[in-house]
């Protein structure tokens, strides 16, 4: 499974991105997919994430509220709606899946998101 994300970029704070993550090659419907982010000199964390069916999503507490996680199985998808950001929002977001039940094993490139005070 290859993961390729795009979307990132500069914006202002309040400001919204959408980050997207193409899925290809060995691609299954029943992935959980996620969105991590690292910030620099911190640890990778997991923001959100979401089963196959849609359901099940996860978001990390500091982003609740501000960012959605949603997938579109037919195109192989899975989107991060970023609103209202904030300057400690700024890092590079990795998506990844699941592929061993509770291992992320797959995982795409980073696309850095910065976001000005």
């Known amino acids: 499974v290859q993961l390729q994300a795009s979307g990132g970029g500069l914006v202002h704070t309040g400001g919204s991105l959408r980050l997207s993550c193409a899925a290809s090659?060995?691609?299954?419907?029943?992935?959980?997919m996620g969105w991590f982010r690292q910030a620099p000199g911190k640890e990778r964390e997991l923001v959100a994430a979401i089963n196959w069916s849609g359901g099940g999503t996860y978001a990390t507490d500091s982003v609740k509220g501000r960012f959605t996680i949603s997938r579109d199985n037919a195109k192989n998808m899975v989107y991060l709606q970023m609103n209202s950001l904030k300057p400690e929002d700024t890092a590079v977001y990795y998506c990844?899946?699941?592929?061993?039940?509770?291992?992320?094993?797959?995982w795409g490139q980073g696309t850095q998101v910065t976001v000005s005070s």
């Open positions: 990844a899946a699941v592929g061993t039940p509770g291992r992320w094993d797959y």
């Open positions: 090659g060995r691609t299954k419907n029943n992935y959980r």
